[in-house]
């Protein structure tokens, strides 16, 4: 059974930095494309950011352009997520998933196993 468990996450104020980290096995990591979604309270899972198998191509959402930065080592089936400049509509619960495919989309349906989250919060 694949599995993804993500750490990372913690309370920090508004404008620091963290890094989310998420270790995948029972599979061949370097296969697949890798995403990180999250979920705010009240809200629906949204696409944060994706790469692809091989780590040369990847792409974010509008709102963490610029701020966020994915990564994924494969010799060590890990895939990261350095936030910066952090806000208080950061504040969500983040998942990272693996895709279907070698491509890194947004597409929710396009991914098939998920982690269990990891709390990041925003003070402002």
């Known amino acids: 059974q694949v599995q993804l468990v993500e750490s990372g996450g913690g309370l920090v104020q508004a404008g620091d930095s963290l890094r989310l980290s998420c270790a995948a096995s029972?599979?061949?990591?370097?296969?697949?494309?890798m995403g990180w979604f999250r979920q705010a309270p009240g809200k629906e899972r949204e696409f944060v950011a994706a790469?692809?198998?091989?780590?040369?191509?990847?792409t974010y959402a509008d709102s963490v352009k610029g701020r966020f930065t994915i990564s994924r080592d494969n010799a060590k089936n890990t895939v990261y997520l350095q936030m910066n400049s952090l806000k208080s509509e950061d504040t969500a619960v983040y998942y990272c998933?693996?895709?279907?495919?070698?491509?890194?989309?947004?597409?929710?349906?396009?991914?098939?196993?998920w982690g269990q989250g990891t709390q990041v919060t925003v003070s402002s």
């Open positions: 998933a693996r895709g279907t495919t070698k491509y890194g989309v947004s597409r929710y349906g396009l991914y098939d196993y």
């Open positions: 029972r599979y061949t990591f370097s296969n697949y494309a």
């Open positions: 790469i692809s198998s091989s780590g040369a191509t990847s």
